[in-house]
């Protein structure tokens, strides 16, 4: 039989989005999943959209919180903590996934005992679940890489793996990760989280888009960043991974270049933009020039 999946999808004022994220978790081609679903307390009419799917066969719990947690990786853990599957997938419950999405990743994944992590290609839609840009355009083909490489390569400065709900990973590599190591982080958790998997063994990459990650107003990451929360979290990041990588100049020059970029576009809020430029400013590869030699190297990367 295939691997049990357990799919975690925690919600917070999602209601005008759950039907359609629970129907497509349900309607996956890959049977062997159980579902938990966690509300964090919302003001809204989610948990009566939730409760119509109390019944069915595949959901094994549905948790509502009695006072909200102020933290969506406390409830990841719990759903962690409640599944019993060999794999995890947090499915967003903003988000959607192609009924295939499941049937992909774990076939990837099985091809390869090595792999910890399997995330494929997304189409970012409105709130109207139109269309309106795709997250990484950067690789056309699918591939399997080495964690580690993968870390230093594309998660120091910027976060490549760009939505939860498009990730399946082992669950056993959770008794190597400590919650405090992601959960402490505001806005870039995940990114941590993600590379904290991946040292653990392979990544796969697959190409083909079957998430749907979904930009609306309810979302808390723009304000983050205008803050520069963001980006004074994802310099601790590079410097915390840093610390346990063996970096060269290139991969220096990933994680700097595309801070670069982000800082320049950015609308602060007054007085962020000087604190962000005073951290990422003590890099010595912090520099407009190197930013062109990171655009140029991300082309080569992409061929």
Not at 47 to 61: E, G, P, R, W
Not at 175 to 194: C, L, T, V
Not at 236 to 250: A, E, M, P, R, T
């Amino acid at each position: 039989m295939d691997p049990l999946v357990s799919v975690i999808i925690p919600n917070y004022r999602h209601a005008p989005y759950l039907d359609e994220r629970i129907k497509s978790v349900l309607d996956q081609t890959y049977s062997n999943i159980e579902v938990i679903i966690l509300d964090d307390h919302s003001p809204d009419n989610s948990l009566d959209v939730i409760n119509k799917y109390k019944n069915d066969s595949k959901v094994a719990h549905i948790i509502a919180n009695e006072v909200n947690s102020g933290s969506t990786f406390k409830q990841w853990e719990k759903g962690f903590a409640l599944s019993k599957g060999e794999y995890i997938w947090i499915a967003e419950s903003d988000d959607v996934a192609e009924s295939s999405f499941l049937s992909q990743l774990m076939q990837g994944i099985l091809k390869n005992k090595d792999i910890v992590l399997a995330y494929s290609s997304s189409h970012i839609i409105n709130q109207d679940g139109d269309k309106i840009a795709s997250s990484d355009g950067l690789w056309k083909k699918s591939f399997v890489k080495n964690g580690e490489s993968f870390v230093k390569t594309y998660m120091l400065g910027r976060n490549h793996i760009y939505n939860a709900s498009a990730v399946v990973f082992k669950k056993s590599v959770l008794a190597n990760i400590q919650p405090i190591e992601y959960s402490a982080y505001k806005a870039s958790g995940d990114r941590m989280f993600w590379s904290l998997v991946c040292l653990q063994g392979n990544v796969y990459y697959h190409a083909e888009k079957l998430n749907y990650f979904r930009k609306h107003n309810l979302k808390v990451s723009p304000k983050a960043a205008t803050q520069g929360i963001t980006m004074l979290e994802d310099y601790d990041i590079y410097k915390k991974l840093g610390k346990i990588l063996s970096l060269n100049l290139v991969h220096r020059i990933l994680a700097c270049g595309y801070q670069y970029g982000i800082i320049k576009r950015c609308p602060f809020e007054e007085g962020a933009k000087q604190r962000v430029l005073e951290r990422w400013g003590k890099e010595g590869c912090f520099s407009f020039v190197n930013y062109l030699i990171y655009r140029l190297l991300l082309k080569l990367m992409s061929k």
